[in-house]
């Protein structure tokens, strides 16, 4: 059974910086893209990043600059570098892999707020 497990979130001031780790058990973690995905109160989860197993990567679009996924497929883990960070960027983060099956499992995700 898949396990995600999110951390690494936190209250920061605008501008800060925060990194974000998934530790993920019960898959063949390193044939999979993996993805953070974000959700603000109120909105829909949104695709924040993906990589491939080879560590090809892509952001959204608002995001680019500002985010770095990466992965350490000897960990089982993912990362989310979130640099220059915005009131918007306020969220509960989380990973999963980046294709979703049609009921997939979630870890809890870690809570990120930027506020002054």
């Known amino acids: 059974q898949v396990q995600l497990v999110e951390s690494g979130g936190g209250l920061v001031q605008p501008g800060g910086s925060l990194r974000l780790s998934c530790a993920a058990s019960?898959?063949?973690?390193?044939?999979?893209?993996m993805a953070w995905y974000r959700q603000a109160p109120g909105n829909q989860r949104d695709l924040v990043a993906t990589?491939?197993?080879?560590?090809?990567?892509n952001y959204a679009d608002s995001l680019k600059g500002r985010f770095t996924i990466s992965r350490d497929n000897a960990k089982n883990t993912v990362y989310l570098q979130m640099n220059s960070l915005k009131p918007d960027d306020t969220a509960v983060y989380y990973c999963?892999?980046?294709?979703?099956?049609?009921?997939?499992?979630w870890g809890q995700g870690t809570q990120v707020t930027v506020s002054s």
């Open positions: 999963n892999t980046a294709t979703l099956g049609r009921s997939p499992t």
């Open positions: 019960g898959i063949i973690f390193g044939i999979y893209s």
């Open positions: 990589i491939t197993p080879g560590d090809i990567t």
